[in-house]
């Protein structure tokens, strides 16, 4: 069971809140991103150009491509960077706590391809083990969401995946990457552009709704 705050609703989207690693262009990224010294950016940008495991290939797409040299911001959705996975969701402790899922650096890349606005966004997670935790295997719910801001905030493209993580017997935590490779809206004015903002962050709900069978009419009397 999952214990979350926050959500992530369509038609409120809430203001992002400040992290400790800035999101990242792909261009200039310098933080850390694993132990053989690449940076997360570098390893982004190296996954764009041979393609990635984690992430379906994107749509073919016919005509011109053009890449942006601005990009919306990305940020994490309040109270979407963490996820705290316990034994008992209901009266959750520190002893009962099994896993503790975060998100850490960011980057995306746009492209202007056959008018439309072709964006990707990849993320690096960190999954903790507790002292209730065991290795196996989890699914992560991440989602991404391409909102245009203002009085009233709209979401243009969301699209949820379940990342499957693998923790090895003897570690205590393990880092994962997922890389959005299918946000593709048509390409807006100047003016919305700059009112757009690509949100990351962990939705279990909205993966325990996606799960949950649909509801069996009764058979018609008569």
């Known amino acids: ?90 009266e959750p402790s520190a002893m009962q706590l099994r896993y503790q899922i975060s998100v850490g650096e960011m980057a995306r890349e746009c492209a202007n391809v056959a008018g439309n606005l072709n964006i990707k966004v990849g993320m690096q997670g960190r999954i903790v083990l507790g002292p209730a935790g065991t290795p196996g295997t989890i699914e992560v719910p991440v989602r991404y969401a391409l909102v245009e801001e203002g009085p009233q905030p709209k979401t243009v493209y969301s699209k949820l995946y379940r990342v499957p993580v693998t923790i090895s ?27 757009y903002v690509i949100y990351v962050g962990f939705d279990p709900l909205g993966s325990a709704q996606e799960r949950r069978p649909a509801k069996k009419r009764p058979p018609r009397q008569g």
């Open 1 to 90: 069971m999952y214990r979350v705050t926050g959500g992530w609703g369509r038609r409120r989207i809430f203001a992002a809140m400040p992290v400790a690693a800035l999101a990242l262009a792909v261009a200039g990224c310098s933080s850390s991103g694993g132990g053989d010294g690449t940076s997360f950016g570098e390893r982004f940008s190296q996954a764009m150009a041979t393609g990635t495991p984690t992430a379906p290939a994107p749509p073919s797409t016919t005509g011109a491509s053009t890449t942006l040299d601005t990009c919306p911001n990305v940020d994490i959705r309040r109270g979407a960077g963490t996820i705290a996975i316990n034994t008992n969701a209901r």
């Open 169 to 195: 017997e003897g570690q205590p935590s393990v880092a994962f990457t997922h890389i959005e490779e299918e946000m593709s809206v048509p390409m807006p004015s100047p003016t919305v552009f700059d009112r």
